[in-house]
C-alpha cells in the first residue's frame, strides 16, 4: 500500500535551517510529484509548492521563494523539503503528500513532522 | 493567486444529520476541487477530487457537487467519526490554495 513515512521532529534555533525528508513506499516513485503543506499551531492548511519526481520541476509559493528548496531521491524513493533562515512563526508541522496522475492535489499524506523554531 | 472561501466556519449538528459545507473560488476552477478532512493531530486525508470523485474506500455518505466557482461537500448522514475539520482545495492553477477550513462540532 502507499505508505509516505517523515522524518521525526526537530528543534531548531532562529536563523538556522532544516530538511525533511519524506520516504515513500508502495508505488513507482518517479511517476509522481510532491506537495508540501504545512501547518502552523490551531491554524488551517498553507501550500508551500511542488515538486515532480519524474524530472525535478518545482512550483513554489512566493511566500517562500528564496528559502525553500524542494528535492527528490529517486535512487532512495525520498521528497526533501529544506527551509532556510527560519523565524518563529515557522513553527508548524511540515506534510507531504502525494500528487495523482498529475492531479495537483494530496491523494495521500505522510504523518507530519512537527518543526520548531525557538532560541 | 485564487482565494477559496468556506463557509461556515463552524458548525455543530448531531449523529444523523445531514450536513452541507460550501467552497467559493474567487475564479472559475473548472472541476479541480478536492475536499479534505483532518481529525485533531493527525494529518489530512483525501476524501474527494474533481469536485465530485470519492477518493478510494471514503464512505458513500460522502459526496461532492459543483462547478465553476462554486462547490459542497455534503455527509448525508453523519456519524461519530465525521466529527473533524474539512477543507477544500483548488488545484487547477499555483499557487494551489486551500479554503481556511469548516470546524464540525457534535451539538
Known amino acids: 500500500q502507499v505508505q509516505l513515512v517523515q522524518s521525526a521532529a526537530e528543534v531548531k534555533e532562529p536563523g538556522a535551517s532544516v530538511k525533511v525528508s519524506c520516504k515513500a513506499s508502495?508505488?513507482?516513485?518517479?511517476?509522481?510529484?510532491f506537495l508540501w503543506v504545512r501547518q502552523a499551531p490551531g491554524q488551517g492548511l498553507e501550500w508551500m509548492g511542488w515538486?515532480?519526481?519524474?524530472?525535478?520541476?518545482?512550483h513554489y509559493a512566493q511566500k517562500f521563494e528564496g528559502r525553500v528548496i524542494m528535492t527528490t531521491d529517486t535512487s532512495t524513493s525520498t521528497a526533501y523539503l529544506e527551509l532556510r533562515s527560519l523565524r518563529s512563526d515557522d513553527t508548524a508541522v511540515y506534510y507531504c503528500?502525494?500528487?495523482?496522475?498529475?492531479?495537483?492535489?494530496?491523494?495521500?499524506w505522510g504523518q507530519g513532522t512537527l518543526v520548531t523554531v525557538s532560541s | 493567486d485564487i482565494q477559496m472561501t468556506q463557509s461556515p466556519s463552524s458548525l455543530s449538528a448531531s449523529v444523523g444529520d445531514r450536513v452541507t459545507i460550501t467552497c467559493r473560488a474567487s475564479?472559475?476552477?473548472?472541476?479541480?476541487l478536492a475536499w479534505f478532512q483532518q481529525k485533531p493531530g493527525k494529518a489530512p486525508k483525501s476524501l474527494i477530487y474533481?469536485?465530485?470523485t470519492l477518493q478510494v474506500g471514503v464512505s458513500s455518505r460522502f459526496s461532492g457537487s459543483g462547478s465553476e466557482t462554486d462547490f459542497t461537500l455534503t455527509i448525508s448522514s453523519l456519524q461519530p467519526e465525521d466529527f473533524a475539520t474539512y477543507y477544500c482545495?483548488?488545484?487547477?492553477?499555483?499557487?494551489?490554495?486551500f479554503g481556511q477550513g469548516t470546524r464540525l462540532d457534535i451539538k
Open positions: 515538486i515532480s519526481a519524474l524530472n525535478g520541476n518545482t
Open positions: 503528500a502525494r500528487d495523482k496522475a498529475g492531479y495537483k492535489y494530496g491523494s495521500d
Open positions: 508502495g508505488f513507482t516513485f518517479n511517476y509522481y510529484g
Open positions: 475564479q472559475v476552477i473548472n472541476t479541480y
Open positions: 482545495q483548488q488545484y487547477k492553477t499555483f499557487p494551489v490554495t
Open positions: 474533481g469536485t465530485s
